[in-house]
């Protein structure tokens, strides 16, 4: 489970940590998707939440980070 500190940290730590293989894109993807469902019934901050894409890119991002090739 991820804490909220992770999710407010600055994306330069969360990069890190994802590099470092302690958190993986998957599983911040899901909790930001977490936090948005729970959170948006009252926010109304989004339009449309495409969880399922977001996933998708989260999955070959970490293929991607598996492999060694980093985008940055």
């Given at each position: ?35 948005i ?36």
């Amino acid at each position: 489970m991820i804490v909220d500190d992770v999710l407010f940290a600055p994306i330069t730590e969360q990069a890190a940590l994802v590099r470092s293989g302690r958190l993986s894109p998957v599983e911040l993807t899901r909790a930001y998707l977490d936090r948005i469902a729970k959170l948006d019934a009252s926010l109304r901050a989004f339009i449309t939440v495409d969880g399922d894409r977001a996933l998708a890119a989260a999955r070959a991002l970490e293929g991607e980070a598996v492999a060694g090739a980093w985008r940055g």
